[in-house]
């Protein structure tokens, strides 16, 4: 089974601190997503990865910045928490599927719930 | 007009009930359609994958789309307890850009 981790279930933040969220996935797959989800707003797309050190704006890229270093590692960082920010924070990744580049079936992680104060 | 429209509910049903679920779209360059499945605290799973217009079926889940009405739906047959959570309906164009509903809470009544 395709497994996606991220690194906190939970996590408690000052507002101005910079944050890390992790996230890591074992099915080699080429692209990663970095998701927040909101009551009423459902899953808004923040960043996404389809090659090592490549990244594409997603939605709602502000405030935020990804680094992806190797395949398996994608990171979320926002650089001055606020509390607009705080947020259940999803990762997830996929693979495209054969020849005819269809589908993106994406598996997510269980999610970080980050709070700022 | 939304992108994807998914009325939120919640939806509440007792046991061994039919679920039906529903979302309409706008644009029609979609070409494949998924359910996901979210229980609380924990992140979406995929539930169903189709690119087709009909009927998929996979246990107690039927995937149905009609790609004319822009519409599709989650039907669960034989609802139990473990089946309630929040179910989004997500899809993808050729570049495989996806677009989510807001999610439909499903309780099943014991």
């Known amino acids: 089974d395709v497994k996606v981790t991220q690194s906190s279930r939970y996590l408690v933040k000052r507002t101005g601190e910079k944050v890390f969220l992790e996230c890591v996935q074992d099915m080699d797959h080429e692209n990663m997503f970095w998701y927040r989800q909101d009551p009423g707003l459902g899953l808004r797309l923040i960043y996404f990865?389809?090659?090592?050190?490549?990244?594409e704006k997603g939605d709602i890229p502000e405030g935020y910045s990804v680094s992806r270093e190797k395949k398996e590692r994608f990171s979320l960082i926002l650089e001055s928490a606020s509390t607009n920010q705080t947020s259940m924070y999803l990762c997830?990744?996929?693979?495209?599927?054969?020849?005819?580049?269809?589908?993106?079936?994406?598996?997510f992680g269980s999610g970080t719930q980050l709070s700022v104060l | 007009q939304k992108e994807v429209e998914q009325d939120p509910g919640p939806l509440s049903v007792p046991e061994g009930a039919i679920v039906s679920l529903n979302c309409t779209y706008s644009n029609s360059a979609f070409q494949y359609f998924m359910w996901y499945r979210q229980y609380s605290r924990k992140g979406p799973e995929l539930l169903m994958y189709t690119y087709s217009s009909g009927n998929k079926e996979d246990g107690r889940f039927t995937a149905q789309v009609d790609k004319s009405s822009k519409y599709i739906s989650l039907f669960i047959r034989d609802s139990q307890p473990s089946d309630s959570a929040t179910y989004l309906c997500?899809?993808?164009?050729?570049?495989?850009?996806?677009?989510f509903g807001k999610g439909n809470q499903v309780v099943v009544i014991p």
């Open positions: 990865s389809y090659d090592v050190k490549m990244k």
């Open positions: 997830a990744s996929s693979f495209v599927l054969a020849v005819t580049g269809r589908g993106e079936k994406l598996f």
């Open positions: 997500a899809m993808g164009d050729r570049n495989n850009r996806l677009a």
